[in-house]
């Protein structure tokens, strides 16, 4: 029998073969110009191909070797070349190329593959990009390649003779490419790169890329915040909240992927990133936006709104723990004053020992796009004596080496004639009067500013996110306890501290207060964050450092949230089953902070319509069931910060414990137990006998244990105060 024939070419019957290779080989080079006549044979036997490779990699090396031969990579590049039929063609090459990367296994394999410089030749094409398809292939190519990058196959992709490296610097121009599927994978793929331990790659990334890298994804970074403002400003009403969380997940990612970087602990890369960070994105629009109303020298644009600049700080000290970026950012909210706007400034708090050439922070675009700096720094052969990649200068712990900008506002000496611990005054007092005379806001405009957005007002909008970053400072393993704790704010990594910042302190119990009152517009996530924080600052070891008056404040806001609970008490019918239930259900689903702190919704004016679908202690609340949860809740909070004051443990709540109440199947010792016997009668009209027992909390139907006198099995169990009682009309004896 013939064998079927195409084109004069012989088709053999199995397609997993070597001469099945050999007969798509001959396809290709009968029909190397595409046309429309063409174009799907090429694209079937391009498919072809790769399912062969995939074959012969685990079964036939001499798949491969035909392969590498018979140079039918050229093939691939000749394809491209051509315009007609291009795209059509051109998407099942990347497909192609994507599927034999991800799933061949043997090293040798794709060393073939790689020879050649084929690959590199395929990533620098000029593809129709326009195509979303063939971006789409195009950049989930260039990502499986990055993951077959390690210490030996680096030297196919980087040339250090020629200064290339096409993989990475092609890749990172689609870092702005407005499909989210494209910027991801330019991240995933950049980190790829970063984890390859070759020093000569990783220089030529520093110096021939890291600026103008990360000086446009700064910029990038930093417009999408602008696009957050204008969101927020614009949105009081709700009505785009899912846009909304969109862009805020978002830059979440952007942080994420920061953090990500500098975890890698490239000190060459890490202060080039740290430095744009500081200079055009933290200081220019963070810092200054936050304490703008409280600089009016200063007059710096674009900014942000206070609450939008208190949200971005916290989630950068929520996300990012590299110790030079968070410990300096963190000073300069907490002892920075207004000379960290000026080029001194900048000069003094760069984390890079380079000094020549730095400029005013601001907030600004870059010069030129990516692909115009990219080429200019590599074309430029001649190495910068004051490359990005010099020695980095020893990195110091003390907060008087980290901290240069100006002198921190540390505890002065006290001279003997005026020092508090030689009068003759209780502990208390001379405690007291040391912590008075060591803190002080002068000189501190951003730590001014940071307290004063806890004052009370209409609603808790500005004070939530001025106590989420107080909270994220605090939590922070980047920073350094003695930073915080030279303002007298404790942190997870203190250890011994027995006084404590009055100011703040007095300031949260003020609002906590507030918080009490029966029309307050002061959330549950604000008392939570607050008593959270709270303690941290004023419970050390257990045991509490708290003044007797500002306990006293403590116990008096306590009582006001007792007694509007006393209020609800009277007019709720149902008060008790929502005491035990609110109880359990904060018990059971614990504040996730982080979580919190980064949900978009609390960007937005507080509001009190469920309808927004906020969570509810995310939201004021909306009628007199809402606001009874949450005096209840109040009261929960705070009868707990009180409880730890005092080093006491929960005794009393929850008033039921259900796991203590019998349910259906338990057996039961009815020996000395007043039993009533009782028929009861189904729907069906079946009947059947048992007897009730009825204790303080339930009612409790038993059936005798046939096997053991005196016991029974409980058949059904219900509280008594969910039950009804009704009498029948037509048996008098039935209820």
């Not at 192609?96 to 084929?118: K, P």
């Not at 050390?540 to 500002?550: F, T």
Request: hydrophobic share 40%; glycine share 2%; proline share 4%.
């Amino acid at each position: 029998m013939l064998r079927k024939v195409f084109g004069g070419l012989w088709r053999p019957k199995n397609p997993h073969s070597l001469d099945h290779l050999k007969y798509l080989h001959s396809v290709l080079s009968k029909n190397q110009t595409v046309n429309e006549s063409n174009k799907s044979l090429l694209v079937e036997t391009i498919r072809s191909i790769a399912e062969i490779l995939i074959w012969g990699d685990q079964n036939d090396s001499s798949v491969f070797d035909f392969f590498l031969e018979h140079n039918m990579h050229s093939f691939f590049l000749k394809f491209m070349d051509q315009k007609t039929g291009n795209n059509y063609v051109c998407v099942q090459l990347l497909q192609t190329l994507n599927i034999l990367f991800e799933n061949i296994r043997n090293e040798t394999s794709i060393y073939y593959l790689l020879s050649n410089n084929h690959v590199n030749s395929i990533i620098i094409h000029k593809f129709d990009f326009s195509d979303e398809e063939v971006m789409a292939y195009y950049i989930s190519f260039l990502k499986t390649l990055s993951f077959r990058l390690n210490q030996h196959t680096i030297h196919f992709f980087y040339n250090e003779h020629t200064n290339d490296f096409p993989l990475y610097t092609e890749a990172i121009k689609f870092f702005n490419h407005s499909e989210s599927m494209v910027r991801i994978a330019v991240r995933t793929l950049s980190l790829n790169v970063y984890r390859v331990e070759d020093e000569k790659m990783l220089k030529f990334v520093t110096d021939k890329t890291a600026a103008p890298y990360f000086s446009n994804l700064v910029w990038f970074i930093g417009n999408h915040i602008l696009e957050i403002d204008d969101c927020v400003r614009n949105d009081a009403d709700h009505k785009n909240m899912n846009k909304l969380r969109d862009i805020v997940a978002e830059h979440l990612d952007h942080l994420h992927y920061i953090n990500d970087i500098l975890c890698l602990n490239i000190a060459s890369l890490n202060r080039v990133l740290s430095d744009h960070l500081l200079n055009r994105l933290f200081v220019p629009l963070y810092i200054y936006s936050f304490a703008r109303n409280s600089i009016p020298t200063e007059d710096m644009k674009p900014y942000v709104s206070p609450v939008v600049a208190l949200f971005l700080l916290c989630q950068v000290f929520l996300i990012i723990n590299h110790v030079p970026l968070v410990r300096l950012l963190a000073w300069i909210i907490i002892a920075g004053d207004m000379e960290v706007f000026t080029e001194r400034g900048a000069t003094l708090y760069a984390t890079s020992p380079k000094k020549k050439g730095m400029v005013k922070p601001s907030f600004m675009a870059p010069p030129e796009s990516l692909d115009k700096l990219l080429s200019k720094r590599i074309l430029s052969m001649s190495t910068n004596p004051d490359s990005d990649s010099e020695p980095e200068s020893p990195v110091t712990s003390t907060m008087s080496e980290l901290t240069k900008l100006s002198p921190l506002h540390m505890p002065e000496a006290v001279s003997p004639e005026s020092d508090p611990t030689n009068l003759s005054i209780t502990d208390e007092e001379k405690q007291l009067l040391l912590t008075e005379a060591s803190f002080s806001l002068e000189n501190r405009p951003f730590l001014s500013a940071l307290l004063s957005a806890l004052d009370c007002s209409d609603n808790d909008y500005f004070q939530l996110f001025s106590l989420c970053l107080i909270y994220a400072m605090q939590v922070n393993t980047g920073i350094n306890a003695e930073l915080l704790e030279s303002i007298q704010i404790s942190s997870k990594n203190s250890n011994e501290l027995y006084f404590y910042n009055k100011i703040l302190v007095e300031k949260m119990i003020k609002l906590a207060s507030a918080g009490c009152q029966y029309d307050s517009r002061v959330r549950l996530v604000t008392l939570e964050i607050l008593i959270t924080s709270l303690k941290l600052i004023v419970i050390r070891d257990d045991k509490s450092i708290l003044m007797d008056e500002h306990f006293a404040e403590v116990e008096g806001a306590r009582e006001e949230s007792t007694l509007i609970l006393r209020n609800f008490y009277k007019s709720e019918e149902i008060f008790l089953d929502m005491f035990e239930d609110e109880f359990r259900e904060m018990n059971k689903k614990p504040i996730n902070f982080e979580f919190v702190m980064s949900d978009a919704s609390l960007l937005l004016p507080p509001t009190g319509t469920p309808l927004t679908g906020i969570e509810f202690r995310k939201r004021l609340p909306c009628g007199e069931v809402e606001r009874a949860r949450k005096a209840i809740r109040t009261f929960f909070l705070l009868r707990n910060l009180s409880l730890s004051l005092q080093g006491l443990k929960e005794t009393c709540l929850p008033l039921s414990n259900p796991d203590s109440c019998v349910q259906a199947g338990d057996v039961l010792d009815l020996n000395n137990s007043d039993l009533l016997a009782v028929t009861v009668v189904y729907k069906d009209g079946t009947r059947q006998r048992r007897f009730l027992v009825v204790d303080l909390l339930q009612i409790i139907l038993i059936e005798p244990d046939g096997h053991r006198l005196g016991w029974g099995v409980a058949k059904f169990s219900g509280f008594l105060q969910d039950l009804e009682v009704t009498s029948d009309k037509d048996d008098s004896r039935c209820l």
